[in-house]
């Protein structure tokens, strides 16, 4: 049994333990993946998602659940494109809206093309 709802999410088992731990998503329709989400330190629950907000098949937001919570608490966009991060968002107080916004170079070294791609478990 999965550990995912598959209504209309792929699942996956991206480190072979038998277990799912990501669900890709496509939202329009379209052929293309627009989220993947992940269970990045194996508690069943999606903490971490990537996101192409534009539509053109290319990751351009990651958004992370960082204390546990439930709550999407930080968000990575690359702004101008390029495949990286340049944008670091922060919900400070946890009642799920960004309050702080941190551009950088490299926001925290954070590649948006930085998962591995998923092992279907079929």
Do not use: H, K, N
Not at 73 to 85: C, E, R, S
Request: aromatic share 6%; glycine share 14%.
């Amino acid at each position: 049994m999965s550990d995912f709802e598959t209504d209309s999410a792929d699942v996956f088992d991206s480190d072979g333990d038998g277990i799912d731990d990501a669900a890709s998503v496509d939202t329009d329709g379209d052929g293309l993946i627009d989220a993947t989400g992940y269970d990045t330190d194996g508690d069943g629950v999606i903490d971490s998602i990537d996101l192409d907000t534009d539509g053109d098949g290319i990751i351009d937001a990651v958004a992370e659940d960082t204390d546990g919570d439930g709550i999407i608490d930080t968000a990575y966009v690359d702004t101008d494109g390029d495949g990286v991060a340049d944008t670091e968002l922060y919900d400070t107080d946890g009642d799920g809206v960004f309050e702080t916004a941190r551009s950088t170079p490299m926001a925290t070294g954070c590649s948006t093309q930085r998962w591995p791609t998923p092992t279907a478990t079929g």
